[in-house]
């Protein structure tokens, strides 16, 4: 039976290339697509994501555009790292298949309530206000999820947007509080984690060798989406970030991590947005999270290159 996952995001060229590997995977089954505003507005995440479905031929695939804004805060967006569009890079046609008329934390609520308990993962990579909405708007549901897998937060690698808060936790840092003090089995994937899949010249050039229009799409989106932290970090590529977490769940032996305390900063005047990971284990705090550290970035890369050869 495939896992039964709703992929939540804000594409963003990283999220473009999760969505395109779990639909490339028949080990998972997305019930649909939740948007969230992040990278760019709900307009364009909403927009983006269905442009990455019909790329990949599954207009079958419902989206449901969602939260505008973080719950307590304004919104901070990344252009200056994904463009204007969220997708630059390639040049793909508008959607033609609709939004759905439901509003994504409806949908999530709804599946959450009509699945047996405990067979949805969520798999949110962008800001959480989605996931946190419903949780607070159906407190029931929380008892239903049978996993989240994130990708967000930092420990080694400290911050991104600010020096001490990585983007997706940073936009809405109380929707995140939400979710890590919800009780369900967490799996984090870090800036510790993605900082490690770089975006090299060899493995660009191995998308694009696929010669099919999403080997060249994904070739295109790596090309301009490393631009920003190649000059930033001064690496040899960029961090390919969101696909990891599908990576965890069709081949988790190529992560490690640890089962650790993690607290959301929501009130820190310096570090607002930052994924407190006890690592060490010296807060007495409980576990709530497999919070991961390490990858085999070949292997992940592989997988990656054998799937979207298949779309
Ligand atoms: O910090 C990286 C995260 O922020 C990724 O999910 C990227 O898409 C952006 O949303
Ligand atoms: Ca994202």
């Known amino acids: 039976m495939p896992q039964k996952i709703i992929i939540d995001t804000d594409p963003g060229q990283d999220d473009a290339v999760a969505i395109l590997l779990a639909l490339a995977s028949p080990e998972l089954e997305v019930l649909g697509i939740t ?16 442009v990455v479905c019909e790329l990949a031929g599954r207009v079958d ?14 919104l901070v967006t990344a252009e200056h ?6 997708l630059d890079g390639a040049d793909l046609p508008d959607p033609t298949m609709p939004l759905q008329p439901t509003h994504a934390v409806e949908f999530l609520i709804d599946t ?53 808060a990585e983007f997706n936790i940073y936009v809405d840092p109380e929707a995140a509080e939400i979710v890590f003090r919800s009780g369900v089995p967490l799996v984090v994937v870090p800036l510790d984690v993605t900082h490690k899949v770089l975006t090299t010249p060899a493995r660009i050039d191995a998308f694009r060798a696929l010669g099919t229009p999403v080997g060249d799409a994904v070739a295109g989106w790596t090309d301009f989406f490393e631009r920003f932290d190649m000059a930033k970090y001064g690496s040899d590529g960029a961090p390919l ?32 947005g930052m994924t407190v990971a006890d690592w060490w284990g010296v807060s007495g705090r409980a576990a709530n999270a497999l919070f991961l550290g390490n990858v085999d970035a070949d292997g992940f890369y592989a997988l ?5 050869a298949r779309l």
């Open 241 to 272: 970030h969101d696909p990891c977490t599908i990576a965890w769940l069709l081949r988790p032996a190529l992560f490690a991590g640890r089962e650790i305390n993690v607290e959301i900063e929501t009130e820190g005047r310096f570090t607002t």
């Open 61 to 74: 695939v419902p989206v449901y555009a969602g939260c505008d804004g973080p719950m307590r805060r304004s």
């Open 35 to 50: 948007c969230v505003a992040g990278n760019v507005p709900l307009a364009r995440t909403s927009r983006n994501a269905r």
């Open 81 to 86: 790292v994904h463009g204007k569009t969220g």
């Open 304 to 308: 990656l290159t054998e799937r979207l």
């Open 112 to 164: 959450l309530r009509a699945e047996p308990a405990g067979t949805v993962t969520l798999v949110p990579i962008g800001p959480l206000t989605n996931i946190a909405s419903a949780f607070e708007r159906a407190p029931d549901i929380i008892s239903r999820v049978q996993r989240i897998v994130l990708m967000g937060g930092a420990y080694f690698e400290v911050g991104n947007i600010t020096p001490a």
